[in-house]
């Protein structure tokens, strides 16, 4: 299979060794074998735990920005790493389950890179930006899918290859078995994540739907999703890697506008500063008694 790799002078250092905590609310990246963070216009945008226990992560999308998501090798190893968004493979941009292998972007031993927007070519990439999920790419391209308004992150090891050896000491296992045994223990390694992890196909926006209903959305109005934005320079090498069968690791985002997020209880209600004097007398020059 050919993969993406990006060259390490694209790289953006990012050196957390677990979820760090960002200032006021959520988390600056979150991931385990790859560190994920997001940034939303040019600023690191805050990851929100989910409160039911799946282990998936809330961040809040802004209309008509644009945003980029850092993906960190935490590893010694190198690693494949599949990023879908709204159901799309973010370099094909084919439809996409993120528990199989497809086109991916290779990352060394702690290398770290950012991607920016859907891949055009080797060398340009048209921006992530949020709008309106009716004008998202995934809709203008007539895939649009149950995981609108999901960025999901799937991390692939390599496949060791194949390496003989001359001498088994082993009394009771004759070389067969032993080899076969490795190879199932290898294939156990690279099992999916814990259904606990994943976000459920069928509960695509139902939550939030429920959370947000008359709280906040104008009527008509709908969620957000992940459009095709501008142009931006962005090389990129093909290189060789055969990645493992499942996942080693899953990372589920998902965006949603403030209003749900607040009443999902992720972000605090808003603040407004009360100016009493301006309250009082209206703030404004009074005429003139005559």
């Known amino acids: 299979m050919r993969a993406i790799r990006i060259p390490l002078f694209l790289a953006v250092t990012a050196g957390f060794a677990g979820p760090a905590l960002a200032e006021g609310w959520g988390y600056r990246e979150t991931g385990s074998m790859v560190g994920v963070s997001v940034s939303v216009g040019g600023a690191s945008a805050p990851l929100l735990a989910a409160r039911d226990g799946s282990g998936r992560f809330y961040l809040e999308a802004r209309e008509g920005q644009s945003y980029a998501v850092t993906l960190t090798n935490r590893s010694s190893e190198r690693l494949?790493?599949?990023?879908?968004?709204?159901?799309?493979?973010?370099?094909?941009?084919?439809?996409?389950?993120?528990?199989?292998?497809?086109?991916?972007?290779?990352?060394g031993p702690w290398e770290d890179t950012t991607v920016r927007g859907w891949r055009t070519s080797l060398s340009d990439v048209r921006r992530f930006t949020?709008?309106?999920?009716?004008?998202?790419?995934s809709a203008r391209s007539g895939k649009a899918n149950a995981k609108m308004g999901w960025v999901e992150v799937a991390v692939f090891?390599?496949?060791r290859p194949y390496v003989s050896r001359p001498y088994w000491p082993g009394p009771r296992e004759s070389w067969p078995e032993a080899e076969r045994r490795s190879r199932d223990d290898g294939a156990a390694k690279s099992a999916p994540a814990p259904p606990a992890t994943a976000a459920p196909?069928?509960?695509?926006?139902?939550?939030a739907a429920d959370a947000v209903r008359g709280?906040?959305?104008?009527?008509?109005?709908?969620?957000?999703?992940?459009?095709?934005?501008?142009s931006a320079y962005d090389p990129?090498?093909?290189v060789a890697f055969d990645p493992a069968p499942y996942p080693a690791e899953m990372i589920n985002l998902r965006y949603e506008y403030a209003p749900a997020l607040r009443a999902l209880g992720l972000l605090p209600p808003p603040t407004w500063n009360r100016d009493r004097l301006r309250e009082r007398d209206g703030g404004f020059a009074a005429p003139p008694a005559w």
């Open 215 to 230: 709280l906040g959305y104008a009527e008509g109005r709908s969620y957000p999703g992940t459009g095709w934005g501008s």
């Open 157 to 159: 090891r390599e496949r």
């Open 130 to 137: 949020f709008v309106d999920e009716r004008a998202s790419y």
């Open 236 to 238: 990129v090498e093909v």
């Open 80 to 107: 494949g790493v599949a990023l879908i968004v709204d159901g799309l493979n973010t370099i094909s941009g084919a439809r996409q389950a993120a528990a199989t292998p497809g086109r991916m972007y290779v990352l």
């Open 201 to 207: 196909e069928s509960r695509s926006r139902d939550e």
